[in-house]
């Protein structure tokens, strides 16, 4: 029997709202860290043909300038879309039990809101260095059922 080699592949691609304000923070060494968590509604229909909404509550971890962007674009309820890969933490908690969760490390962040005038920074950030260039990339738009797309519009 051949030996077959598992890929490695672990990449998100998620879109909703903040449900609350990011939480900045540093670490020891100085590094911006931002954690927030996002709403992702799900439409679909029922056995009795009736539309019904599934949502979906997600932890978004973000570093260094990635961090710092969040931290003075984001607030509660602003639309945004998620790159990035799964990661797991275990931590103790006050009574002294493991705890492990599962949240979104970051790699890139497009922020859906509207831009309120051309001053504003970048719409997309990333975490890499060379990708920090101010542009806006609504690739995602063709992938959208026209339900979804009219969500996202503002009122």
Do not use: H
């Amino acid at each position: 029997m051949a030996d077959y080699k598992m890929p490695e592949l672990n990449a998100v691609v998620i879109a909703g709202n903040l449900t609350k304000d990011p939480i900045f923070r540093q670490t020891n060494t100085g590094t911006p860290v931002v954690n927030f968590s996002i709403a992702s509604n799900r439409r679909f229909k029922d056995k009795n043909d009736e539309w019904k909404e599934d949502v979906c509550y997600v932890g978004i971890v973000a570093w260094n300038r990635l961090a710092e962007s969040c931290k003075d674009r984001l607030r509660k309820g602003n639309a945004v879309l998620v790159d990035g890969e799964l990661q797991s933490r275990t931590f103790k908690t006050e009574d002294g039990a493991n705890r492990t969760i599962v949240e979104i490390k970051a790699r890139r962040i497009q922020f859906l809101n509207k831009k309120g005038t051309s001053s504003d920074s970048e719409d997309v950030v990333s975490e890499k260095e060379d990708d920090l260039n101010s542009y806006t990339d609504d690739s995602f738009d063709s992938l959208l059922s026209p339900e979804d797309s009219d969500l996202l519009k503002d009122k």
